[in-house]
């Protein structure tokens, strides 16, 4: 009875896991261009990797692309060192070097520039919550909407000070 029972349960399981990989095609065909993944709450991923794809969405339900790709990506320098050692190593600094800048340049964009102005005494005034911030600190002419004003003229127009610490 105990041999049945197993038998069973492992052709439905066969034939449950048979039915969730036959619709993968199906979804990769339905999935928007550059689509990398299909999270569990419908939604697509354009994620490189499958690590964090679908965060916030459930988990990944059914993933497309991007890991396979990737560690033939990472082999093939391999190959390459081990036919010529100087020109692969040439090739993967080089690579290395062009990497770097990229990032910085997205760490740049992210974190914003202050904004034109500002000088010995004056304060940031974060016209949104009526903040001000000091010269130096880390959201002084950064914000997306305010101006720069002394703190006299600031604390008479009802802003308040970043964290209750006045800059004089």
Do not use: R
Request: glycine share 12%; charged share 10%.
């Amino acid at each position: 009875m105990k041999a049945t029972a197993s038998l069973i349960a492992l052709t439905l399981g066969l034939m449950a896991t048979s039915g969730v990989f036959a619709a993968t095609p199906a979804a990769a065909a339905s999935a928007p261009a550059g689509s990398t993944g299909l999270c569990k709450d419908g939604t697509y991923t354009t994620n490189a990797t499958k690590k964090g794809a679908c965060a916030g969405h459930k988990g990944v339900k059914t993933w497309m692309g991007g890991d396979a790709a990737a560690p033939a990506a990472a082999a093939t320098p391999a190959a390459a060192t081990t036919a010529t050692a100087a020109p692969a190593a040439t090739a993967t600094a080089a690579t290395a070097t062009a990497a770097k800048p990229a990032k910085t340049a997205t760490a740049t964009t992210a974190s914003a520039a202050p904004a034109a102005g500002g000088g010995p005494g004056m304060v940031w005034v974060n016209s949104s919550s009526k903040v001000y911030h000091c010269s130096g600190t880390k959201y002084y002419g950064k914000t997306k909407q305010g101006s720069y004003m002394t703190e006299d003229a600031a604390k008479a127009a009802g802003n308040h000070a970043d964290h209750g610490k006045s800059c004089s």
